[in-house]
């Protein structure tokens, strides 16, 4: 993940703090507190203890704390075993880990233009 400068830790709410507001940047956004607003950045990190009510906008989002509100993720969205996301998501892939809670709708889009052919298997019996 953080293999690019743009995704350098920009952002952080610590454990004990509490943010309300709006959030954009370049680079990744990580929570580890409360968070009431809107997130707008590269990469969004949702810590085990952090939660947000909000709106996630990303390329990517992890979730090992809780969401309440829709996602909207370039790349993916990653619901980890201590994680919980109440709300939709809009993304190319969806990661649910076992004991992760995910209530609402997901839409999974689809890469224009590309088609995977699959192999057909010969039959056995010639």
Do not use: Y
Not at 11 to 21: A, D, M
Not at 98 to 118: A, N, P, T
């Amino acid at each position: 993940m953080f293999l690019r400068k743009t995704d350098r830790l920009e952002s952080l709410i610590g454990e004990k703090s509490e943010f309300v507001g709006d959030i954009s940047t370049e680079g990744t956004c990580r929570i580890d507190g409360k968070f009431h607003g809107n997130i707008k950045a590269d990469w969004v990190i949702i810590g085990e203890m952090g939660s947000v009510k909000g709106n996630v906008s990303s390329r990517g989002v992890i979730i090992g704390g809780m969401i309440e509100g829709n996602i909207k993720a370039d790349e993916i969205v990653e619901i980890k075993t201590t994680g919980k996301l109440t709300g939709d998501i809009h993304t190319k892939k969806l990661s649910v880990a076992e004991g992760g809670i995910f209530e609402g709708r997901s839409q999974i889009k689809r890469e224009e233009g590309k088609v995977i052919d699959l192999p057909v298997k010969e039959s056995a019996t010639r």
